[in-house]
Nanobody, 123 residues
Framework: QVQLVESGGGLVQAGDSLRLSCTYSTYTFSASIGAWFRQAPGLEREFVAGINWGGGLTYYADSVKGRFTISRDNTRKTVFLQMNSLKPEDTAVYYC????????????????WGQGTQVTVSS
């Protein structure tokens, strides 16, 4: 069983930056693709960014493209989400996810989830 643990959330002001980390307990084929989702109160969980096993391919939601960067360090079993130019509408619980197929954006396509970390951006 793959376990994911997020860290790095917090309270920041608009325009600030944060870096989230997601550490895997182990790697398996079904957990080779890394992704971040977020969920604001009263809204559905939405895709934010995804990355392939090697780290050379990434994809983003339009709402974060150009501001957020997903990356990974497989020697540390960690996936990162660098968030720059944060906006109040980025406020949400951010979840790390892992799955087995690149390019998917639905939460139903991911097999493993972290517990979530709160990001709050004040105006």
């Amino acid at each position: 069983q793959v376990q994911l643990v997020e860290s790095g959330g917090g309270l920041v002001q608009a325009g600030d930056s944060l870096r989230l980390s997601c550490t895997y307990s182990t790697y398996t084929f079904s957990a080779s693709i890394g992704a971040w989702f977020r969920q604001a109160p009263g809204l559905e969980r939405e895709f934010v960014a995804g990355i392939n096993w090697g780290g050379g391919l990434t994809y983003y939601a339009d709402s974060v493209k150009g501001r957020f960067t997903i990356s990974r360090d497989n020697t540390r079993k960690t996936v990162f989400l660098q968030m720059n130019s944060l906006k109040p509408e980025d406020t949400a619980v951010y979840y790390c996810a892992a799955g087995g197929k690149y390019g998917l954006r639905s939460s139903y396509d991911y097999n493993y989830w972290g517990q979530g970390t709160q990001v709050t951006v004040s105006s």
